[in-house]
Each structure stands twice: as structure tokens, then as C-alpha cells.
């Protein structure tokens, strides 16, 4: 790509908001190195590729030589961001908020080089503040410059509560950049006006106001924003075998967005692959390696490339196959898909049986009143297209 000897380029190249592109380009072009302000607030443990998308954004600047601040917002967390909730976020014990945050950073580590960046957590200042230094920071920010937020308005218009500490996350969030200089702020696009309130509280503490730099929401693999609410994520610590899985079952139409927002695939390459009459599959097992490989290597992704023509293409089973022990010999097929984690509901499990979802030692579950016998030596259960588990009769002792 023409681009890529451009920094400026580079780091507009998938963006939705840049205020202001001359800004970045002025800074960059005085050699300085920049300060990255990256937050994450540690409301749950799973890091999925909605997240990889800003966090390959940081990753783009740490390896063009500028620092990434990556603010783990373990005192916004006893917040909890209000950007696009219908209603207010449950507190988290701070017992939570550690666990969540271990996780994450196992997580984030598998696109941020976490060893240069400097991790710091804003609960360190926000637990320092009194009850007067809030005070004077609530008084930077209006009513109504807050409540103007559509989401703040629909939730009014219902009926459901706004609660005053909601209203101060955006000043929450801003203190942040002014904590650490921030020169620029990365966020998803949802977050622009949290962004832009760093930049006013920056200007009245006298600091170069930072440049805010969004980025896409990610569609999932049905189409609709990824989220773990709708169950559409995929995981970046998930098997690779998974993954991969997962990415050829995307509709055909997302293909232009994830090569853009999850691979570094030139222009020029992604074009050939996704031209008119080019079977969309080849493109998709492409995007599946590249993605794999971010986060576990050139050779792991081959393995799963091989794993899923095996299962998939050739009729196989998976080399790796998880196993659950039983204690009852005999149990019928929708409990069995209940305990065994398979389906989340009993109502579910019926609709993979009715669905023919459902196999044992590869024969069709055609009723959801069958029964098993289980063997010691156990039965093959595979469950749509991607998940084969081994189930067998144990015994209590």
C-alpha cells in the first residue's frame, strides 16, 4: 500500500472520528513521541474482537515508536460508563473488579505490547480526591451538556433513572487524560463525547488539548454489533479451532469491515480476494488465518485451518476433543445437552433436536424424548457444526 510509509496514513487508515486530523499530523511531524491514552473499565472479564479493533489501534502507534497509557479504569468502574445503556450498570465489589482485571490483561497482551506500556489505574487518584476536589470537578461540567446525550433522553422519556453519578463519567473519564497528558485518546465511536470532554478539561488546565481517534463497532458474526449479550463474540483467548470456526460463518457482507478492522492485509490483496466471481470462502478461510495468527502465530493458525477442513470439509472429527463424566448411566438427550453445557436452556436444547442439530456417534437425534445409555468408554456428542464432545458413565465412589 501506498500509505504505509505515512504515519498519518497508518493511524487514520479504519477510523470513524479524527478531531483533529491536522493536529495528529502536526504532532507526528515534530518527531515527539506521543502519548496513547487507551481506558477499560473492568466491568467484565471477556476481551473479544470489538475490543482487538481500538486495541490494534494502540498497537499501530506503540510499534510507530509512541507510548501506549493504557488506563485500567478501576475507579470509573464503580460507575460504570452510561454510554448506549438503557439503563443504569450494577456496581461491582472490588473483588469484581481485580478478577476482571487479571483476565484482561492476559487478554489485551495478545495485541498491546504490555511490557512498553505504561498500565496505570485511575482509582489511584479518584480514591485520593475529597468530597470537595469532586465537588469542583462536577462543577466543569452542565446538566444540560450531559443529559443531551440521546440515551440519557430516551431513558427520561421512559420513566427509568438517570442517577447523578452517571452524569459525572464523562468528567470522570476526561480527568483521566488530564492525569496523564494524554496527546491523543483512542475509544470505539460510541465514546466521542467522553472523548471530547478530555479535550475541555485539558484546555482549562492549560495542556494541549488531546486528539480523539474512534473507531468502528464491529459487527458479530450474525450481523448485529458484537456483544456477549447477543452471543455473536468471539473471543480472543477462545481455541484457535474456534475461532476459525466462527469466522467462516460470517455473513459474506462483513468481509470488506473485518479484513479493514482486524487484519494489516494490503488494500490491493483484500481486493483481489473479495472481486466479483471470487468463491467467498477462500476469502474467509484468509481472514480466519490472519486473525488466528494475531493472536497465536503463523503456525497454530495452519493447525486450525487443517482441523476445520478435516471436521468440516472431509467429515472428520476434531484431533482434540473435550471430555465430561457422568454419574448416572442413562439420561435423556435434552437433560443430557443441559448439563453438559451444550444448550443454555432446556427450551434451547429441544430447538437443536427439532433442528437436527443434534448427534451421538454421528447418527441424528431425531426426538427430543431419547434416552442414552452411557458407556465407561463414552459416546461422541457433537452439537451443530463446531462442538464434539466425549461423554462418559462414572460412577460415584
Known amino acids: 500500500m501506498k500509505d504505509r510509509a505515512d504515519p498519518f496514513e497508518i493511524l487514520r487508515r479504519g477510523t470513524v472520528d479524527l478531531v483533529t486530523g491536522e493536529e495528529l499530523r502536526r504532532r507526528l511531524a515534530s518527531g515527539r513521541r506521543l502519548r496513547v491514552k487507551l481506558g477499560w473499565d473492568p466491568t467484565g472479564p471477556e476481551v473479544h474482537l470489538g475490543h482487538g479493533v481500538v486495541l490494534r489501534k494502540l498497537r499501530a502507534f506503540q510499534d510507530l515508536g509512541h507510548q501506549a497509557v493504557l488506563i485500567i479504569g478501576d475507579g ?10 438503557q439503563k443504569q450498570r450494577p456496581a461491582l465489589t472490588t473483588e469484581e473488579i481485580d478478577r476482571n482485571l487479571e483476565r484482561y490483561r492476559e487478554q489485551a497482551g495478545k495485541v498491546v505490547d504490555l511490557g512498553k506500556a505504561e498500565v496505570v489505574r ?8 475529597t468530597f470537595a476536589d469532586t465537588i469542583r470537578l462536577a462543577a466543569r461540567g452542565t446538566v444540560a451538556r450531559m443529559i443531551e446525550r440521546d440515551y440519557f433522553a430516551q431513558r427520561m422519556k421512559k420513566g427509568d433513572a438517570v442517577g447523578i453519578h452517571e452524569l459525572l463519567y464523562p468528567l470522570m473519564q476526561g480527568y483521566d487524560s488530564v492525569k496523564v497528558r494524554a496527546d491523543v485518546e483512542l475509544g470505539a465511536t460510541e465514546q466521542l463525547f467522553n472523548l471530547l ?11 494541549e488539548p488531546q486528539v480523539c481517534l474512534t473507531t468502528p463497532i464491529l459487527e458479530g458474526t450474525d450481523g448485529r454489533k458484537m456483544s456477549k449479550t447477543y452471543g455473536n463474540f468471539i473471543g480472543v483467548l477462545e481455541p484457535p479451532r474456534e475461532v476459525f470456526g466462527k469466522v467462516m460463518s460470517i455473513p459474506d457482507r462483513l468481509l470488506p469491515s473485518w479484513f479493514s478492522l482486524l487484519t494489516d492485509l494490503p488494500d490491493e490483496e483484500v481486493k483481489v480476494l473479495l472481486a466479483p466471481g471470487e468463491n467467498p470462502r477462500k476469502a474467509k478461510a484468509r481472514l480466519a488465518r ?3 495468527a494475531g493472536f497465536h502465530g503463523a503456525e497454530v493458525a495452519r493447525g486450525a485451518e487443517e482441523e476445520f477442513d478435516r471436521v468440516f470439509r472431509e467429515g472428520g472429527v476434531p484431533s482434540e476433543i473435550p471430555e465430561v463424566s457422568l454419574p448416572q448411566a442413562r439420561i435423556g438427550i ?6 453438559t453445557k451444550c444448550a443454555p436452556s432446556t427450551s ?3 430447538r437443536l433436536v427439532a433442528g437436527r442439530g443434534v448427534r451421538v ?3 441424528v437425534v431425531d426426538s427430543i424424548e431419547g434416552e442414552l445409555t452411557l458407556p465407561e468408554g463414552g459416546v461422541l456428542l457433537n452439537v451443530g457444526k463446531r462442538r464434539f464432545l466425549r461423554v462418559r458413565h462414572a460412577p460415584k465412589a
Open 122 to 129: 485511575n482509582g489511584d487518584w479518584f480514591r485520593a480526591m
Open 197 to 207: 470532554v478530555g479535550r475541555d478539561l485539558q484546555a482549562e488546565e492549560g495542556q
Open 361 to 363: 456417534d454421528g447418527a
Open 334 to 339: 435434552v437433560d443430557l445437552l443441559v448439563r
Open 76 to 85: 470509573t468502574a464503580m460507575v460504570g460508563d452510561p454510554t448506549g445503556r
Open 290 to 292: 490472519e486473525i488466528v
Open 348 to 350: 434451547e436444547a429441544r
